[in-house]
């Protein structure tokens, strides 16, 4: 009896390992499903009309089948998507063992996954464009939400790099990494907002692109003197990654302005699109789906307690989180191909192009150095605090005593 306790142990051990790699396989899998939608809702929207002509003979398309194209097209696409992976997360939040059937669904059963797949993307061509608008709106408050998460886990990636390269004395090389590394990326950040005024701010008349620009680098300035300050004390590293971030945000933010011959670099392009507009158009959507899928393994950034031990037989991430971060990726790109303009319809091989497109990416810039400041003067507003609470109490307990 006491050698089959071993035996028995070791064995358990073993099918945790192989659920475990199991599951960690199966991220990829959602990952290819979520880009392999992307694509779909790019195709429906410029070629959709051509292929697949048949879709105006349903009465929920319209007239022409003009509401299973172009914008309405990408929605129902999204819808189906955003379906797929409530329903997985509908089925899979509360699982926190790897044993349980719901990991097993989780991380199996995909021919029956593939099925569930295609009637969530169908079932959207059905409803009536009525609906599909109100997805829509819908929509708009999703990709926000997904938009504030993805900055709460770049954030918290930041301070977790900008800890491991903290200046210790028994890590000399990477301390000197650590800076090396920070005086690197304020360089590029200088570059980077010398960069946008020579190309998108040659004129006094371009006041928009300056003042995008402008309180960019104040932004900038602000969060190195504030990671500086001897209250706070935070070393260069992290704020100098940040610079970086917001530096990228603004110029992302600056491309998604129509195209002008005043304030911008780039011409009008043609209608045909380029291989720099296709590559460009690729690398985007590469990008989307990375950028759901790292938000989407992070659940740990959004836990209140980060004590807890794991154990050989937990799940390695939170299902329930990584389905949801993914169904709200589904709006977040819905958003993106119709450059968040339900009423008209975005240019082939364009993505996240006009005004709509460029005020979001600028207050997605002013929230990520808004989150960043908060976690640096945190810790210090809480201490202070705490410390007059203290006194308060130290004075009331002298003046209680004869």
């Not at 899979?92 to 669904?105: G, I, N, P, R, V």
Request: charged share 15%; hydrophobic share 50%.
């Amino acid at each position: 009896m006491v050698e089959e306790l071993p035996t028995a142990l070791e064995q358990k051990s073993v099918e945790c390992s192989v659920e475990r790699k199991k599951s960690l396989r199966a991220r990829y899998s959602y990952g290819i499903i979520f880009l392999l939608t992307n694509l779909s809702a790019w195709f429906i929207r410029d070629y959709g009309q051509k292929v697949f002509p048949q879709l105006q003979y349903l009465e929920s398309c319209g007239i022409e089948g003009r509401d299973c194209f172009h914008t309405m097209g990408v929605l129902r696409v999204s819808l189906g998507c955003f379906i797929f992976f409530l329903l997985m997360f509908l089925t899979t939040f509360k699982t926190s063992k790897l044993d349980e059937a719901s990991s097993e669904w989780h991380s199996r059963w995909w021919k029956l996954k593939f099925i569930l797949l295609i009637v969530s993307l169908t079932v959207p061509f059905f409803f009536p464009s009525d609906f599909i608008h109100f997805y829509g709106e819908l929509a708009r408050v999703g990709a926000g939400i997904f938009l504030v998460l993805q900055l709460i886990s770049v954030i918290q990636f930041i301070t977790w790099w900008n800890n491991y390269w903290m200046p210790d004395e028994k890590r000399k090389p990477s301390c000197f990494l650590g800076l090396f590394m920070s005086t690197l990326f304020y360089i590029a950040s200088m570059s980077g907002i010398v960069l946008m005024y020579s190309l998108y701010a040659p004129r006094t008349s371009c006041s928009l692109n300056i003042f995008f620009i402008t309180w960019t680098a104040i932004l900038l300035v602000v969060m190195m003197a504030m990671s500086l300050h001897s209250k706070v004390n935070r070393g260069l590293l992290s704020s100098g990654i940040m610079a970086s971030y917001i530096v990228f945000l603004c110029w992302s933010a600056i491309r998604s302005e129509p195209a002008t011959e005043n304030c911008n670099a780039q011409k009008q392009e043609k209608s045909n699109a380029d291989w720099i507009t296709v590559l460009s158009f690729l690398i985007a959507i590469c990008a989307i789906v990375m950028a759901t899928f790292s938000t989407g393994i992070d659940s740990q950034s959004f836990q209140f307690r980060k004590d807890e031990v794991q154990e050989e037989d937990d799940i390695p991430y939170k299902y329930g989180f990584f389905h949801m971060i993914f169904s709200l990726g589904a709006m977040y790109f819905a958003m993106l191909f119709i450059s968040w303009n339900l009423d008209s319809s975005a240019r082939k091989w364009s993505i996240d192009i006009g005004w709509a497109s460029t005020w979001v990416k600028i207050v997605n810039e002013w929230l990520a150095a808004t989150i960043y400041l908060w976690k640096l003067i945190f810790p210090v507003v809480r201490q202070t605090k705490v410390m007059d609470h203290e006194d308060t109490t130290q004075q009331i307990h002298n003046s209680a005593l004869p």
